[in-house]
């Protein structure tokens, strides 16, 4: 071999070096991108969730928006209503 090509030879391992120090050792390198990875997972984990809770949203959404029944329900439990002729039994417990 003549001493060009191996100058040359050596500079392209020591920047095929230089290239792995980045993609395994580096900060935003393997690392990086397996914390990354785990951060997406546990985003997709907690909007899994979000979407049970908005189905069930739009469910109580719609019960409310067609029937009087939905709205008559939580009138009772949250407001305490008591329709004319309905009979209003409290019952204390006795400790």
Do not use: H
Request: aromatic letters at 10%.
């Amino acid at each position: 071999m003549n001493f060009p090509l191996k100058i040359i030879t050596f500079f392209l391992v020591i920047f095929f070096l230089l290239l792995q120090y980045q993609i395994w050792i580096d900060r935003d390198g393997i690392q990086s991108l397996n914390a990354i990875k785990s951060n997406l997972e546990d985003i997709e984990l907690e909007n899994q969730q979000l979407n049970i809770v908005n189905e069930q949203l739009k469910a109580e959404i719609l019960d409310l928006r067609e029937g009087n029944e939905a709205i008559e329900e939580i009138a009772r439990r949250e407001l305490g209503l008591i329709r004319e002729g309905e009979v209003f039994f409290r019952v204390i417990d006795g400790q």
